[in-house]
């Protein structure tokens, strides 16, 4: 079974990232208040991203990639610009 990388909308509008094996028991777990207290706390959550891997390293990586973006980098990956997503990585850069 692959890896994913997740990104949820927390009530509150921040986002959430996470990996799994199986995001809907995940999204499910993480809904009943049993995940993280960060999201407990924040309940409802809508699954906004998702994104396979073929190993728990691989899912690892990115998701630690991911947690270090601003939110405007993420919102850019959440909705597929992927022309804001790479001016956003330039910006950071420049």
Known sequence: MPWHIYILQC??????TGHTQDIQNRLNIHNKGQGPAYTAARRPLLLVYSEPHPSKKSALRREKQIKKWTRAKKQALITGNMNKLHQLAKRRHS
């Open 11 to 16: 009530s509150d509008n921040t986002l959430y």
